[in-house]
Structure formats: C-alpha cells, structure tokens
C-alpha cells in the first residue's frame, strides 16, 4: 500500500498543472513566512490572516495584527482579512452596529488593506454564527456600506451538511438587489476525501465568485475530529494536487486558492504545513510550486502572443 501510495505521488508531482487563470495564496497566523527565503523565491503575492472582530479593542492582539500586516505589506503581499469570533470571549456576538464599529476601527489603523471576509467559517457549529445566517448577512451589509470599494467576501463556509442551508438563507435574508459578489469555501473535506460534492454544493447555491480561502492536504491532527480521513505528508500531496486538478476546474467562478498553512509547528494541533517543524520542504510544496510555474509560463505565452516583452523565468 505504502509502495502504491509513494506511485500515485510521484506521478502527482510530474503531471501538468491544469489550473488556468488562478490566484493563488497561502493563509497562516505566523509571520514568520514572509522572511523564509523559500516562501519568497515562490512568488507568492497573496495572503489569509483570520482576525478577531474585536482585535482593535485589545492591545495584544492589536499588536499582533501591526505585526503580521507590516511584514506582509513589507514583503509586497497583498493580505486577505476573514474575521471571527473575538478571542477573548468566544460566544459572544456583536450587534451589527458594533461589528461595524470594529471594522471601522480596523480601516482606520490599516487603511491600504481592502481585502475582507465577513466571517470565518460561519457555519461551524463550534463558532456562535452557526444558526445565524440573518446576522452575519447583516455583518456583511454592513461591511459592503462602509466600505463601498472594498472587496468582500459574504462569509467563508466550512463544506460540511448544512452549508447549503446555510448560504440559502444568507441569500434570502440579502435579497435578489445585494447578492454577495464573492464566497469563500473552506473544502479540507472535498480536499482530503478525494471528492467534489462539497464544492459543487456551494457552486449550486452561492452566486458570485468563489474563493477557497482555506484549503489543502491535511499531515496531521491531534483536535479531536470526529472527521477522518488519511493523514501524511504523501496524502497532503495528492490532496493539494486534487484541489488544482479536480476542484478548481469545477467552475469558472473558482478564482482564487488559499492554502492553509505554509510551515508546521512542532506540537501544533494541527499541521497542514508546506514545509515541517524542521524547515524541509514536503511534496504538497513541490505541487504549488508546479501550479504556480505553469500559470506563469501561461502569462508570458500571452503576452507573447500580444506582443508584450516577457518577464524573466520565476527563480528557483
């Protein structure tokens, strides 16, 4: 089996990317990745940061957002921002009023990041927004309002039984006059299961653009989930590999990929990392870094055949 497994990779890594126009980022907490020479030498021009709705209110985690921002903007990346429940007080909801208050907080402090998503995996029944469709889709308006120019995202769904409930009555409670123009989809299940169904639910139901803002091959889970399927570096390979053949091509309303994460942390509860606890790069990276090169290769034939002067081969 093992033989067969480390077959089937191998075979992963050599085959062409079919990912045609894509963007494609990396979510972590940790700013760490912005230094790594690898991470840089990758290209990689987008990033997910998931923010309390409340992370302007308490100096701590002020700070660590100053931290994460300022290293990004300073590596050029530009950073996706998907809130969620406050830190300090995991239940507790905000009125819409006071959500946008806390936004208005953020805009004011980070004033070039335009980038949003209105709540981080909403329907989760572990996050206070999982029978709340009506008032997350009120937390989004209120986005949308105060910041007319900015793009956001309606919510990011976890693709797991209810979520097809869940974005319908989102829609619902909007109205046909505000339809979200941008989704984003956490499909680890599709991902690691080897399947589409999640994805092709969320492409059924949500209208608008859809982002996978958290995806890719899971190594390894110490949280207590009741969701199985195979855990290891070869696995988080093939994963990664099927979301860029299989899912992405589902739609071409799919316009972006967000992998989640870049680097693992020894004792971590989770590790989905490109690179291990000891700074080795793993297969899943050598796929990313295939997809990314083809996409390339993909932009400087066109700008060939437009006439346009080509950029230089990406490094590495």
């Known amino acids: 089996m093992k033989r067969l497994l480390l077959g089937v990779l191998a075979a992963l890594l050599l085959a062409p990317a079919t990912a045609s126009a894509l ?10 990745m912005f230094s790594d020479p690898v991470f840089q030498k990758l290209g ?42 406050s830190r300090v007080n995991r239940r507790q909801l905000p009125s819409p009023s006071r959500f946008k208050y806390d936004f208005r907080l953020f805009r004011a402090r980070y004033p070039w990041v335009t980038t949003f998503a209105t709540w981080n995996e909403a329907n989760h029944c572990g996050e206070p927004t999982c029978h709340r469709p009506e008032l997350v889709s ?8 105060e910041c007319p120019t900015c793009t956001i995202l309606a919510a990011e769904m976890l693709d797991m039984p209810n979520m097809a409930g869940w974005v319908d009555a989102f829609q619902r409670h909007l109205g046909p006059r505000d339809v979200p123009r941008y989704w984003g989809l956490h499909n680890y299940i599709d991902a690691n299961r080897l399947r589409t169904s999640g994805t ?56 972006r990929v967000y992998l989640y ?16 606890p000891r700074g080795k790069a793993r297969p899943a990276l050598a796929v990313v870094r295939n997809v990314l090169r083809a996409g390339q290769a993909r932009e400087r034939r066109r700008d060939a055949s437009q006439g346009a002067k080509p950029p230089p081969p990406p490094p590495g």
């Open 23 to 32: 963007v494609v980022g990396i979510a972590d907490q940790k700013p760490d």
């Open 44 to 85: 990689v021009s987008y990033t997910r940061l998931a923010v309390s709705w409340d992370a302007m209110e308490h100096p701590w985690e002020q700070q660590e957002v100053d931290t994460w921002l300022d290293d990004a903007r300073a590596a050029g990346v530009t950073p996706l921002i998907g809130f969620g429940h």
């Open 138 to 145: 009120a937390y989004y308006r209120s986005l949308r309002r």
């Open 200 to 255: 092709r639910t969320m492409i059924k139901h949500a209208k608008g653009q859809i982002w996978f803002t958290e995806t890719g091959g899971i190594v390894d889970r110490r949280n207590k989930s009741k969701v199985g399927f195979p855990e290891s570096a070869a696995h988080a390979a093939i994963a990664t590999r099927w979301v860029f053949d299989e899912l992405v091509p589902l739609s071409r309303r799919i316009t």
């Open 261 to 276: 994460h870049w680097n693992a942390v020894r004792g971590d509860n989770w590790d989905s990392g490109l690179i291990d």
